[in-house]
């Protein structure tokens, strides 16, 4: 990125905090404020304050906190920065995490080196200062590819309004809004508006409490978000703008959505760029890339509704009993459905109703877990830690290599796929990885010698690094669907790798390793010849942490067409010299009213005249 020039306008911020209950929505809110102000041609950034204590999310099980997201960086961080990045196209980086632990690491550090001249450090005013001297440095760090200091800064309070430990943030936040002048500070609240009783009346009382509670800590919403499983009723939101003292046309209802993409939308139709441009004095500076990126938002939410062709999917995890946990590849499974033009079909499969113990204790899981095996279009096996469940996955790899089901494999996935591949094509009797057999006598997966073995905290093979395609890898499956390229930049987390020394004999069974580091000493892509299997790709980075809703990412679009029957067709529509898709396959024209005959038979849509064009997306049979 080139260096950032100077802001010549008041930086903005949108503080969105949330009340009632946790897990209410504040990072689809934020994200989707996000995005629309991206159609104003603004640059935007986000921040993410989470009030543990940890330094990180690197050490959090995913069944505690939901997905470790990994930036380009290497920062281990809430799955909300996920959000952001799918939703504004932004790379961010650790320094968009704050948490508790980072600023009271770095308070007591500098008081260590004596920054503090002797004083009493305390929480008011040394952490609230901290926090808000955190967020105005961040806010200033170009985050796309412009190089520019973002517009807006979106700042996101976890927890919920009240709790003990965001405290020190919502007091930090109190004063920010005196630092940065009130015309450049906005809040949106985000709360609860149950449905109780037979009658299914929307209760109030849960709002006013909450922004009760925020007016008593010094904070004032501009905007109440309304969250609630039905749209909201208009005297209830005129009852909410009375009582909690903003305007009706500040009270936003958010009911549930087919989807998060359609909550963009929306919050759209009511108006919340209008609001929010009136309340910051924001002026559009609209492109041709900002019109188009709203209409392609339409077309992809038209796409979904409209979608009838199924792809059913199966993943076969460790963490599956907490859906969050996988956040990251369940989205990109979308996108990579949605741009194939095939509604997804998920079905989450827990690794340890695989394995034969399982048909003891519970022989009814063990039947439906095989059953969703074995009708399944493609077998995903995602990344995790430690050995429960690899036995069952190791058995499910297996399935889709001698059945011929695409087989996608990350991380652990990836490891796991070269265990069974070692075992039951090479011969490799007994053979697994050091993690979950410290004895194993064919040691084929073992612990990288740069990690450390006493600290787990942000020890790991982590963030962005750069793979080599090997010499003849041009024809292989992934090289040609990232488009020919010699080597793709994707985010690792992960502390063991393929012993070398076998490298030679699983390539000589029939496994080859195409892509490499940049010493061409690690494994990082396996694959199977297309005419030995339909797809079979495992990564040992994680490719689901840069997917986009309007780019899917290389592996999982091959995973989805080859589970769809279309990856030969899409392979031989790629231009021969540039491996450049000339296919229809996950385009999003834009175009907004009337739009010329030929874009709509290259976009291979009907029009039918009604009020304006309705779309009808034919999926190939």
Request: aromatic share 6%; with cysteine; net charge neutral.
């Amino acid at each position: 990125m080139s260096s950032p020039t100077a802001q010549t306008t008041p930086k903005k911020y949108i503080l969105v905090t949330g009340g009632v209950i946790s897990g209410i929505g504040k990072g689809v809110i934020a994200s989707s404020t996000g995005l629309l102000l991206r159609t104003m041609g603004l640059r935007v950034t986000a921040i993410k304050i989470d009030p543990y204590l940890n330094i990180d999310a690197g050490t959090m099980s995913p069944l505690d906190h939901g997905e470790v997201f990994v930036l380009d960086d290497g920062g281990e961080v809430d799955l909300d920065l996920g959000n952001y990045e799918r939703f504004l196209d932004v790379t961010l980086s650790r320094e968009n995490n704050i948490t508790t632990g980072k600023i009271y690491r770095d308070v007591i550090e500098r008081e260590r080196k004596g920054d503090y001249l002797g004083k009493t450090v305390q929480v008011v005013p040394h952490i609230t200062d901290a926090i808000q001297d955190w967020v105005e440095r961040v806010a200033k760090i170009p985050v796309d590819d412009s190089g520019l200091e973002p517009d807006v800064c979106i700042v996101e309070m976890g927890g919920t309004v009240g709790d003990i430990e965001s405290a020190p943030f919502i007091e930090a936040m109190r004063q920010f809004q005196f630092r940065v002048g009130h015309e450049n500070f906005c809040l949106i609240h985000v709360s609860m508006v149950p449905i109780v009783g037979s009658v299914g009346e929307q209760k109030t009382k849960p709002t006013q409490a909450s922004v009760r509670d925020l007016r008593g800590l010094g904070l004032t919403p501009d905007l109440i978000a309304c969250r609630s499983s039905a749209p909201l009723e208009a005297s209830v939101a005129q009852k909410i703008s009375m009582f909690c003292h903003v305007p009706s046309t500040n009270v936003l209802a958010v009911h549930d959505c087919p989807s998060v993409y359609h909550v963009p939308l929306l919050l759209h139709e009511q108006q919340l760029l209008t609001t929010i441009s009136k309340r910051l004095n924001l002026a559009p500076r609209e492109t041709q890339a900002s019109v188009s990126l709203f209409s392609k938002w339409k077309q992809l939410c038209q796409r979904l509704e409209r979608l009838h062709d199924v792809v059913k999917i199966v993943l076969v995890g460790k963490y599956t009993y907490l859906h969050d946990s996988y956040i990251s590849v369940v989205k990109s499974l979308e996108h990579a459905s949605l741009s194939c033009n095939r509604k997804l079909k998920l079905e989450w499969v827990e690794a340890t109703d695989l394995e034969p113990e399982m048909q003891s204790t519970d022989a009814l899981k063990y039947h439906d877990a095989w059953k969703s095996v074995c009708s399944a279009n493609g077998i995903l096996i995602p990344g995790g830690f430690g050995v429960r469940g690899t036995e069952g996955m190791i058995l499910a790899a297996k399935h889709a290599r001698e059945n011929k089901i695409p087989y996608l494999g990350i991380c652990l996935g990836f490891q796991i796929a070269v265990i069974e591949f070692a075992r039951n094509v090479v011969g490799l009797e007994g053979a697994n990885s050091t993690e979950l057999d410290a004895d194993t006598k064919h040691d084929v997966v073992i612990f990288m010698p740069e990690i450390s073995k006493t600290h787990v905290g942000g020890t790991m093979r982590l963030g962005s690094k750069n793979t080599l395609f090997g010499a003849g890898s041009e024809g292989s499956i992934i090289r040609r669907l990232y488009g020919g390229k010699p080597s793709v930049d994707e985010r690792h987390r992960h502390r063991y790798e393929v012993n070398p020394k076998y490298v030679d004999q699983l390539e000589a069974s029939g496994m080859k390793f195409i892509g490499r580091d940049e010493k061409e000493e690690r494994m990082i892509i396996l694959e199977r010849d297309m005419k030995d299997h339909p797809y079979f790709v495992a990564v040992q980075f994680h490719p689901e942490y840069k997917t986009k809703p309007l780019k899917p990412i290389p592996t999982f679009l091959g995973f989805i067409l080859a589970a769809s029957g279309l990856l030969p067709e899409y392979l031989d529509s790629l231009d021969p010299k540039t491996q450049q898709a000339k296919s229809n396959l996950g385009r999003y024209a834009s175009f907004d009213g009337e739009a010329p005959s030929e874009l709509l038979s290259a976009m291979n849509i009907k029009v039918e005249e009604a009020s304006g064009i309705k779309m009808v997306l034919n999926a190939k049979k």
